[in-house]
Every structure is written in C-alpha cells, then in structure tokens.
C-alpha cells in the first residue's frame, strides 16, 4: 500500500527538470540542436566545435601558429583555448541529463515522503511553477548574454597583453596586431564558453530560490529520523547534479595554470592559494542550496532537545520509582507505551536529536563538490610535482 501511494506521490509530483524549461536549452531545441527526444549532446558538442573551435585551428594552421617551431607560443600549447571547448562544453552538456533526474528526483520524494503534507501541497506546485517561471525568464537570458559580451569586451581593452591571443600575433615591432583568429576567440569562441557557464550559475540560483521557498513551508520534519537530518538527509544528492559544471571550471582554470606551469616556469607552490580558494569557493557556492534548511532544522533541534529531554525525564522518573523506590505508579500509560520501550530506546531517541544536524550537509556532498574541483588540478600539480612517487610512499608506509 505504502508503494502505491509512492508512486502516486511521484506521478502527480510538479515536473522541475532544471532544464526544458530553461530559455537557453529551448533556444537550442528551435535551431534544431536539440531533438524532441533526448537532449542532443553529441550534435550540440559537435556545433560546438564548428563554430567555436575549428576557425581558431584552421586560422592557426593557415598562419603557422598551431604547431611549436614559430616566434611565438603556438596554439597548441594554450591548454586553455583547448579545454574550454574539447573538455568543459562537452562537460556542460553532459550534466543536463544528470540535473534533470536528480532534480525531478528531489522534487518528487519532498512529496511521496510525506514532507510536504495535504495542506502545503498547493503551495509546493505553486513555488516549483515560480521556479520554471525565473528557468524561462527572456531577462536572464538577456543578462547572461550581456555578461558573456561584457566579459569579451573587457578583455579586448587590453587585448594586446592577453596571453591567450598570444598565438595569433602578427607582425612585429611597431606594426604587431591580432590576427582574424585572436577577434574569433575573443567575440566568438570565448563568449559561447561563457554563456553556458554563466547559464549553469543561473539554474544553481534558481535551485537555492526553490529550496529556500520550500524550507519555509510547514514541513513535517521528524527530528528522529536515521538520516540525522530531520528527514531531508536525501538533498546530500544535489550537488551531483552540478559536479560536472565544477570540473568543467576546475578544468579551464588547471590548464591555464598547467600552461603556466610548463612554459613560463611557474612554480607550483605559488599555485596553492588560487587552487585553494577555488576549491573554497566551489564548496561554498555549490552547499549554498543546502544551507537554506539551516534556520528550520536549528530550530527543530533547539525544541526537539527540550520536548524529548521532557519526555525522556519523565519515564525514567517513572521507572526510578517504579523498580528502585518500590511505588506504585499510576500512570502506567507512559511505561507501558510499546512505541517508547524500554529505558535504554527512550535514551536512544534523545540521543538521536542531539545527533541530529542542523544542515542536510554530510561526507558525500563535500566530498562531492571537493573532488571535482581537485582532480583536474592534478595534472597541472603533476608536471613538478611526482605524485606517482609520492603515493607509492604513502602506500610503503601504510602497509
């Protein structure tokens, strides 16, 4: 019966799939990019590439800036340019399936996990509808667009000094300017990069505006609950949906840095502090949705302790005087309550409230977020630092 009604909960469970109904993933479903089935990532990455990547290496090719044996860095060796579009994008795209199912997911078991009770149901659909309302607002996509070209444009002030171009420098001395391949980049290729990035910032906010809208529904938290999470133990899962998009970043900014490292001499101690206020940076951006449920869960925590400290008092007052005064006790409802049990049950409820924490953040999400940010780092750490080495230390002396 309990599966019926599951599966009824999820059937009528408002749709929030993160992503048909973001304006950008429907202006690439009219061009044809995406089919009416599936999302079309291997055509999409493969436009991608056509538009974005191919006129650099062509333009490259023409002048005798691909390959090493030129005056200047060739475009091989701009790790960056490279990544942006063979790794990130690629990256990108393949984390809207992911984001889809872990959203529909989410927003399903709020519902057949009786979180969400009878009453509160309305106003649920009403904030998930809210939250596709912003997905397919033409001002964001506006300002997302904006920002790309703001970005491009800022950059082209000094257009000169940016390392990136190196590569398509023409000329010399007084007469060196940028060729066709470095305004491709600048206007074209990068921008593109950006969109969809600064897209995935966009559905990350739209998700913290759901999750805070929800946590202050009157959710029927139970702050006994084995999660130790007063039931929302399952929103750990979240950041999954977007641990493609923080390797995608992670990776952008490692080949830069692995660029840096190789032909510039840079050390990779002096590194230690951008890597580590990116990976700060992607714990707290990305654990930010999850800390809206921080007020109602330190609040049921503060009131569970006292209700349940209550209770607590009260049958081992009764037990007290029961088996060790040898009084007779009236009120044997409390003692006899199979729900409660024993003395040592009525403890382990308790003991579970102060256990319980105050926000749905656990081992997996941080380790989650943690790892995709560190590991495309290590390629860059590798080129002067032997990891190799170092863990086979570690393991001689673990074992």
């Not at 019926?4 to 990019?33: I, K």
């Not at 057949?112 to 149901?121: D, F, N, T």
């Not at 997302?144 to 990136?164: K, P, Q, R, Y």
Request: glycine residues 8%.
């Amino acid at each position: 019966m309990r599966q019926t009604d599951s599966s009824s909960s999820d059937a009528d469970a408002p749709d929030f799939a993160l992503l048909e109904q973001d304006l950008l993933y429907r202006a690439q479903r009219a061009l044809g990019l995406i089919p009416s089935r599936g999302h079309g990532i291997l055509r999409r990455v493969l436009a991608v590439l056509l538009v974005a990547w191919l006129p650099l290496v062509i333009w490259a090719l023409l002048h005798r800036r691909a390959l090493p044996g030129g005056s200047v860095e060739p475009l091989l060796q701009h790790f960056g340019v490279h990544t942006r579009f063979l790794i990130a994008i690629p990256l990108l795209l393949l984390a809207e399936p992911l984001a889809q199912r872990v959203g529909r997911r989410i927003v399903g078991y709020f519902l057949s996990s009786g979180l969400v009770p009878p009453a509160e149901r309305p106003a649920f659909a009403e904030i998930v509808e809210g939250c596709r309302r912003l997905l397919r607002s033409r001002l964001a996509l506006v300002v997302i667009v904006g920002l790309a070209f703001a970005n491009a444009a800022a950059a082209s002030g000094d257009v000169m000094h940016l390392h990136e171009v190196y590569w398509a420098r023409t000329g010399a001395g007084a007469e060196e300017h940028l060729g066709f391949g470095a305004w491709w980049y600048l206007w074209v290729s990068r921008p593109i990069y950006a969109v969809f990035l600064f897209d995935w910032i966009w559905r990350l906010f739209v998700t913290t505006a759901l999750l805070w809208r929800v946590s202050r529904l009157d959710l029927r938290l139970v702050p006994t609950h084995p999660d130790g999470c007063g039931g929302l133990g399952f929103l750990q899962t979240l950041p999954t949906a977007f641990a493609p998009v923080i390797v995608a970043a992670s990776a952008v900014l490692s080949a830069r840095w692995g660029h840096d490292v190789l032909y510039h001499a840079v050390p990779v101690e002096s590194l230690r502090v951008p890597m580590g206020l990116f990976v700060v940076l992607a714990l707290v951006l990305f654990l930010a949705p999850l800390l809206v449920f921080a007020p109602r869960l330190a609040a049921l925590r503060r009131q569970s302790l006292l209700a349940y400290g209550t209770l607590v008092g009260q049958h081992g007052h009764l037990v007290e005087r029961r088996w060790i005064r040898g009084e007779a006790v009236d009120d044997r409802g409390l003692l006899s309550a199979p729900e409660l049990g024993p003395v040592a049950d009525t403890l382990t409820l308790y003991e579970a409230v102060v256990r319980m924490r105050t926000v749905p953040i656990g081992k997996q999400s941080i380790i989650t977020v943690a790892a995709a940010a560190i590991v495309p780092m290590l390629p860059a750490i590798a080129i002067q630092v032997p990891i190799k080495d170092q863990l086979l230390s570690m393991i001689k002396i673990l074992l």
